[in-house]
């Protein structure tokens, strides 16, 4: 069964305070790493795709990594405004479609 | 080009009554996935409709059901409601199925 765990549970930061949320996920078969935003009341926004270890992506303050057990997201000097759970999920497995597998989740407060 | 639309955003209902959402892809977008959203569990996977047809389907009892339409429209339907029913649904599209999967902004079933 694909498992997948996001640390911290919850994250407070500074602004211009950098930090990394963790993704650790045990599968069979990764054909994607994903990486989504969800602001309350709203469904979650799509970040990055990640597919092979050592792949990386970025936009703006943020920086998805990917290693063969588990992925980072980066936050660059954050702001306010990118306060914020931040959603880890996996796609895996020959049969599986669309399934996603999530994690629970960081939820991350950036203070002004 | 219009996102994932879910409707109704809120739904009231009483134990022991059926209910139905509705969710319309992104244009040309065949695959469409439902998630529970809940504190405990986080998001959890359905099941997923492409071409009309389940492709997959999640861990939950068989009194959550869906339907999809020529059009890729899809319908969920839960039956005989429970108090632990009351979550945020959401509709998810993609493509092909595989790869990034976009989100609407859910419904709202609270179960009384």
């Known amino acids: 069964e694909d498992q997948v765990t996001q640390s911290p549970e919850a994250l407070r930061l500074q602004e211009g305070e950098s930090s990394s949320l963790n993704c650790s996920y045990t599968?069979?078969?990764?054909?994607?790493l994903f990486w989504y935003r969800q602001d309350p009341g709203k469904g979650p926004e799509f970040l990055f795709t990640?597919?092979?270890a050592g792949e990386e992506k970025e936009k703006e303050r943020l920086k998805a990594t990917l290693t063969k057990k588990e992925s980072f997201l980066h936050i660059t000097a954050p702001k306010p405004e990118d306060s914020a759970t931040y959603l880890c999920?996996?796609?895996?497995?020959?049969?599986?479609?669309?399934?996603?597998?999530f994690g629970e989740g960081t939820q991350l407060t950036v203070n002004p | 080009k219009a996102g994932v639309t879910q409707t109704p955003r809120y739904l009231i209902k009483t134990r022991g009554q059926q209910v139905t959402l509705s969710c319309s892809p992104i244009?040309?977008?065949?695959?469409v996935s439902w998630y529970q959203q809940t504190p405990g569990q986080g998001l959890q996977f359905l099941f997923e409709?492409?071409?009309?047809?389940?492709?997959n389907k999640g861990n939950f009892p068989g009194r959550f059901s869906g339907r999809q339409f020529s059009n890729s429209r899809s319908e969920m339907n839960v039956s005989t409601l429970e108090l632990g029913d009351s979550a945020l649904y959401l509709c998810?599209?993609?493509?092909?199925?595989?790869?990034?999967?976009?989100f609407g902004a859910g419904t709202r079933l609270s179960v009384l």
């Open positions: 599968v069979s078969g990764l054909r994607g």
């Open positions: 990640l597919y092979s």
């Open positions: 998810a599209s993609s493509f092909l199925g595989d790869g990034i999967q976009y």
């Open positions: 999920a996996v796609q895996a497995g020959e049969t599986s479609g669309s399934r996603l597998t």
């Open positions: 409709y492409f071409s009309e047809t389940q492709r």
């Open positions: 244009s040309g977008h065949r695959s």
